[in-house]
C-alpha cells in the first residue's frame, strides 16, 4: 500500500566562502550588494556613521525586526565590507546578506512519498526523521540530478532486477545469476535437482520483487519525471542473481555472486538477505571480498537478538531498520554487532511488475545505507575502511548515547557523510 504525502519546502543555508561579487545570481552564496549589521548599542550615530563609510556601506535599506539589525547597501564585496565592520567598536556584528535555496528536491511525482530521503511528516511521521538526501545531493554536487553514470558501481546479490522498469532503464552495467536453482514445476514448486550455482552471464531477471525493490531504493533514477528516486542515483548497478523466485538460495550461489561483483569492479556490494548459519564458505568469501568492497548487509527480522550471516561477520555492516517517526522497527534484529541504522519500514520502491510497491524489512533499509556508501565512496580515499569508518560517523545518533543493539551508531545521514 502506498501513502499520499507532499513535498516540503528545504531551505539550505549556504556555507561561508569568500567568492567575489561578480558571481553570477544563480551561483551566488550571497547577496552581491548588501550586508546586515547589527551596531553595539552604545555605539553614537557619528561612530556608526563613520564606521560604515570607512568599511564601504553607501545606505541603510531596512531593517530585520527583532534583531536590531540593518540592512545596508555596500561598495565591493560584502564579505569584504562586513569583515572591515567587524573590526569596529562600533560594529556588534556584520555578515553577508547569506542567500537561502531550495533544497535537492527532484521531479519524480511519488518522492513525496519517500519518508526515508525526506521526511516532512507525512503520513504521521517525524518531521526530519530521514537520512537528509537532498541537503546531501546538494552538498555533494549532486543538486542538479546528473543523469551520465557516477564512479562508483554497486553491486547487488539478491533475486535480481527488472532492468526494463522506467525507473531502472539503462541502470544495469553488469548482469548475472546462478545457473539454476533446480528443476520448476510450472512455476509452482521447484525440485532440488540439478542445482548449478555457477554464476552464468544475463541471467539476473527478477521473477520475485525484493532484488528490484532493492534496487530502487539504492540507485534508482532521479528527476526523470517518473516514480521515485534512489540514494545513489547516478550510481551504475552489478546485479547478481543467487536468490530464486521464493527469495532463498544456497550459500554457494550467494558467495559466487559476492566474487563476481567483485570482479566487476563493484565499489560497494549490498545484500539484503541472511542466514543464521555460520558458513565458513561465505565468512571467507566476505573476508577476501572486503578489501576492495564496501559490503553492507541486513541485520535480519527476526526481532530479538539472534545473530544472521553475512551480516555478523566483522568485515560487513550490519544493518538495522528505523520506522517514519526515527524509532526502532519492531522486526528489525538487535544486537552487538548491528551498525547503522536506514529507514526500513513502509518504503516505496520499484517492483519487477514494472509498478512501485510498500515493503517493510532490514532489507529495504540496507539499500539506503549502501546508497550513503556510493556516494562518500566517489569522494573519500582511503578504500572500504575509511568508507566504513565515515559511514560510522556520518549519523544521527538515535537511543542510547553512542552505540547500541538497535541503532548501532545511528541512522545513517547523507549530509553528514558528505560534510564530515
Known amino acids: 500500500m502506498t501513502r499520499t504525502a507532499w513535498i516540503g519546502l528545504v531551505v539550505v543555508l549556504a556555507a561561508l566562502v569568500t567568492a567575489p561579487a561578480a558571481a ?36 541603510r535599506l531596512g531593517r530585520v525586526r527583532g534583531v536590531g539589525a540593518d540592512v545596508v547597501r555596500v561598495a565591493g564585496d560584502p ?36 519518508y526515508g530521503l525526506h521526511n516532512t511528516g507525512q503520513a504521521g511521521g517525524s518531521n526530519d526523521a530521514d537520512i537528509d538526501a537532498p541537503e546531501g545531493w546538494d552538498a555533494a554536487g549532486l543538486g542538479a540530478f546528473p543523469s551520465a553514470p557516477g564512479p562508483v558501481k554497486i553491486g547487488i546479490v539478491d533475486t535480481g532486477i527488472l532492468a526494463a522498469h522506467e525507473d531502472l532503464a539503462g541502470k544495469v552495467v553488469d548482469c548475472a545469476g546462478v545457473r539454476s536453482f533446480g528443476i520448476d514445476l510450472l512455476g509452482l514448486i521447484t525440485l532440488p535437482l540439478l542445482v548449478d ?85 561465505l565468512r571467507n568469501t566476505v573476508a577476501a571480498a572486503s578489501g576492495s568492497a564496501l559490503i553492507v548487509a541486513a541485520a535480519g527480522n527476526s526481532g530479538a537478538s539472534t545473530m544472521e550471516y553475512p551480516a555478523g561477520y566483522p568485515e560487513v555492516v550490519s544493518v538495522a531498520a528505523t520506522n517514519r517517526g526515527d524509532g526502532h522497527a519492531g522486526f528489525s534484529t538487535a544486537n552487538a554487532k548491528v551498525e ?81
Open 197 to 281: 550455482t555457477t554464476i552464468v552471464g544475463g541471467r539476473c531477471a527478477d521473477d520475485n520483487g525484493h532484488g528490484t525493490h532493492v534496487a530502487g531504493t539504492a540507485a534508482a533514477r532521479a528527476n526523470n519525471g517518473r516514480g521515485v528516486a534512489g540514494v545513489a542515483f547516478n550510481s551504475p548497478l552489478a546485479i547478481c542473481k543467487a536468490l530464486d523466485r521464493t527469495g532463498s538460495g544456497p550459500v554457494s550461489g550467494i558467495a559466487n555472486c559476492i566474487a563476481y561483483l567483485v570482479g566487476t569492479g563493484a565499489t560497494v556490494i549490498s545484500m539484503s538477505l541472511g542466514s543464521t548459519a555460520d558458513s565458513v564458505t
Open 79 to 114: 564579505a569584504a565590507v562586513a569583515a572591515r565592520l567587524n573590526r569596529s567598536a562600533a560594529v556588534l556584528y556584520a555578515e553577508p546578506n547569506y542567500i537561502a535555496r531550495a533544497g535537492a528536491i527532484p521531479n519524480d511525482p511519488r518522492f513525496g512519498e519517500l
Open 340 to 420: 547503522i541504522a536506514a529507514p526500513g519500514e513502509d518504503v516505496l520502491s520499484t517492483w519487477n511488475d514494472g509498478a512501485y510497491r510498500t515493503a517493510s524489512g532490514t532489507s529495504m533499509a540496507t539499500p539506503h545505507v549502501a546508497g550513503v556508501a556510493a556516494i562518500i565512496a566517489a569522494r573519500v580515499s582511503g578504500g572500504p575502511a575509511a568508507w566504513r569508518a565515515r559511514l560510522a560517523a556520518s549519523v544521527d545518533d538515535l537511543g542510547p548515547a553512542g552505540r547500541d543493539p538497535r541503532f548501532g551508531f545511528g541512522r545513517v545521514n547523507l549530509a553528514r557523510a558528505v560534510t564530515g
Open 24 to 59: 553570477s545570481a544563480a551561483s551566488a552564496r550571497y547577496d552581491a550588494h548588501t550586508v546586515i549589521v547589527r551596531y553595539a548599542d552604545g555605539a553614537s550615530s557619528s561612530q556608526r556613521s563613520v564606521a560604515g563609510r570607512l568599511a564601504g556601506v553607501l545606505e
